[in-house]
């Protein structure tokens, strides 16, 4: 079965730098759009930054970019989010996601950013 499982959550002051990680398994991996979403407290989830099959294309949010930056590693069937220069604002649970058939995700990685 499909599987999606982030790691790498926690808390973070402002300014600091948090990674995450999302294990994929279950379907092929190395074809497939990766995507990284988020969702704050009363808030709609929200498209964060996405990957194509390769790692040659990478699209972020406005909010985000300059300071998040997604890879992949297809030999170990894994995708991250390396975010840095993190705010208040992103304070979230963040979800991975893979954009094959009706999609799949992850149970998600909750991020607090606060002093």
């Known amino acids: 079965q499909v599987q999606l499982v982030e790691s790498g959550g926690g808390l973070v002051q402002p300014g600091g730098s948090l990674t995450l990680s999302c294990a994929a398994s279950?379907?092929?991996?190395?074809?497939?759009?990766m995507r990284w979403y988020r969702q704050a407290p009363g808030k709609e989830r929200e498209l964060v930054a996405s990957?194509?099959?390769?790692?040659?294309?990478?699209t972020y949010s406005d909010s985000v970019k300059g300071r998040f930056t997604i890879s992949r590693v297809n030999a170990k069937n894994t995708v991250y989010l390396q975010m840095n220069s993190l705010k208040p604002e992103d304070t979230a649970v963040y979800y991975c996601?893979?954009?094959?058939?009706?999609?799949?995700w992850g149970q998600g990685t909750q991020v607090t950013v606060s002093s």
């Open positions: 996601f893979a954009l094959r058939y009706s999609g799949y």
């Open positions: 279950g379907f092929t991996f190395s074809i497939t759009t």
């Open positions: 990957i194509t099959s390769t790692g040659g294309d990478t």
